[in-house]
């Protein structure tokens, strides 16, 4: 997700609750102070924060796999940040999925040599442009040199000397073409925004996303991690396997609670008026837009779905 829109409460559009709130653009950060900030993993592998998605890097003989580039004005403080770690070139950069504040740094990094790997939907939802469920605003297609070179379909294999990356495609997650990377020598798991930690995710459900995809990716990571596995989320700390485990049971809460209002036939604005989620809210949302924003979202996912499955049975 675009945290940015989400942290800062950003107004959206979308629901009756929401009818009268105009479009207000977001404020983003002030790039010439953010310092990237290098947190040691071990096996030569490390999370960069800045502004942006969380950076994942490891460091093989003769090149470096990356994961997620940030925004575009963040490339300069990335490079130079990688460059203290290690002199090799970065030889691929993984999207973990279409948003920019993961994918603004492609062109750039392009430039410097490495390819940029995604899943094919993500490859496709930069080629064409996409729809803001935040704004409701049209993002544009991204210049071609911004697209990724090297897609795959549900899984694939990355290699540098000495350095193995297992990406795996979850169905309809955070959205409609997200990546998880497994760094195995070194136990640690990339999960872009499917996993945030210790905050209410973005459930990109214009662009192929879904809480059902969410919950399920996440107990794909349970399935995959131990206690000891360092866990890279999209936005927020580094996280520990008890970290997705309190994420997935919001989301599970979340999903059953809106489930049973839309099934006991509440309208849309009488369900954001009960504020179910107000517990919820207390420990994941960083303010009361954020916590309406989620509320929209998971409305509208869980909506979907119960429609999906009407249907299905007629």
Do not use: C
């Not at 993500?122 to 071609?144: H, I, R, W, Y």
């Not at 540098?160 to 195995?184: C, E, I, M, N």
């Not at 309190?246 to 609670?257: K, S, W």
């Amino acid at each position: 997700m675009n945290r940015s829109l989400m942290a800062l409460g950003l107004v959206v559009l979308g629901g009756p609750a929401f009818a009268q709130a105009q479009p207000t653009p977001p404020v983003g950060p002030d790039f010439s102070k953010i310092e990237v900030k290098t947190i040691e993993l071990g096996k030569d592998t490390y999370m960069l924060e800045g502004a942006g998605g969380n950076v994942t890097v490891a460091v093989g003989k003769d090149g470096i796999i990356m994961v997620d580039g940030q925004f575009a004005p963040m490339h300069d403080k990335l490079k130079a940040a990688i460059a203290k770690i290690s002199p090799l070139p970065i030889k691929y950069l993984v999207n973990t999925h279409h948003h920019g504040d993961h994918t603004g740094g492609n062109a750039a990094f392009v430039a410097d040599g490495a390819t940029v790997v995604g899943q094919t939907n993500e490859a496709n939802f930069l080629k064409a442009g996409t729809t803001s469920n935040t704004t409701m605003q049209k993002v544009p297609p991204v210049d071609a040199a911004a697209v990724p070179k090297m897609t795959y379909e549900k899984r694939a294999r990355l290699e540098v000397k000495g350095r193995t990356a297992q990406l795996t495609h979850p169905l309809s997650s955070h959205t409609g073409g997200d990546t998880y990377v497994y760094f195995k020598d070194a136990n640690v798991l990339s999960t872009g925004d499917t996993f945030t930690n210790g905050r209410y995710p973005n459930i990109d459900y214009l662009n192929g996303g879904s809480i059902n995809g969410m919950i399920e990716a996440n107990t794909a990571y349970l399935a995959l991690s131990t206690e000891k596995t360092k866990i890279v989320p999209g936005h927020g700390p580094l996280g520990t396997r008890a970290d997705v485990r309190n994420f997935r049971l919001m989301l599970e809460t979340a999903r059953d609670r809106m489930a049973k209002l839309i099934k006991d036939g509440k309208s849309e604005q009488e369900i954001y008026d009960a504020k179910p989620f107000a517990d919820l809210d207390a420990k994941w949302a960083p303010n009361e837009q954020a916590g309406k924003n989620f509320m929209r979202v998971v409305y509208t996912s869980v909506k979907e779905s119960m429609t999906k499955k009407k249907s299905a049975k007629n």
